[in-house]
């Protein structure tokens, strides 16, 4: 049965965009190059891109939008892990599950195990939807006569993912920043961006992200 993507199923894409802004806020200005290299693998993978950044009176704006690439990316790993777990289930032997670009591939060599592995595979990809009612994430499975089972992205909800991205992190940059050691800062929206200005940037030191990588 079909079910919407709740926020467990966001959690890298939230650990993505908390990554990116303590990786702005923490490491260019206040850590060294060799403070940043012990830093967590999660860092440098940010679901945000800069825009733009400014000084202002000692502070810092900045200026971030979603990474739709690196949203569908890591929407993608997690159908492949679920496509894995569902086949594996089937006890179906394949080869070269990956996702790349904006779809998941794999082979079934076994003809007789094809229409179990795509029904599999299809129900595993149906579940992803924003909504109960709404459309899913992912296209139908396809089956090439080669026994390749494919699953595209629905570029139509490409939008949906960008807005649903934006209200997860304007609800919790405030926090992360507050736990980043910020007292003095604003978090707004301006279009398809959130601004982010820290007046006493320049006053925080921080050498590990601790519990901030947990908002």
């Known amino acids: ?97 990956r996702f790349e670009g904006r779809g998941l591939s794999v082979v079934v060599a076994d003809k007789d195990a094809r229409g179990p592995a795509l029904e599999a595979i299809g129900r595993a990809a149906a579940q992803w939807k924003l909504r109960p009612d709404g459309p899913a994430v992912w296209l139908p499975a396809e089956i090439a006569d080669d026994g390749r089972i494919s699953v595209r992205l629905n570029e139509a909800m490409l939008p949906e993912l960008r807005e649903m991205a934006l ?17 003095r800062f604003s978090v707004s929206r301006e279009g398809e961006r959130i601004r982010v200005i820290v007046e006493d940037a320049t006053r925080i030191t921080i050498r590990r992200p601790g519990p901030c990588s947990e908002i």
């Open 1 to 97: 049965m079909s079910r919407p993507l709740r926020a467990r199923r966001f959690r890298r894409l939230i650990i993505d965009f908390a990554a990116v802004c303590t990786l702005v806020f923490a490491v260019p200005e206040f850590a060294s190059a060799e403070d940043a290299a012990r830093w967590p693998d999660w860092m440098p993978k940010g679901a945000l891109d800069q825009v733009n950044k400014g000084d202002d009176a000692g502070g810092t704006s900045l200026l971030l939008e979603p990474n739709t690439d690196t949203i569908v990316t890591n929407l993608g790993r997690d159908l492949r892990s679920a496509a894995r777990s569902a086949m594996g289930e089937k006890k179906i032997r394949y080869e070269g599950l």
């Open 167 to 183: 209200a997860f992190q304007l609800d919790r940059l405030p926090r992360l920043l507050k736990c980043l050691g910020h007292e």
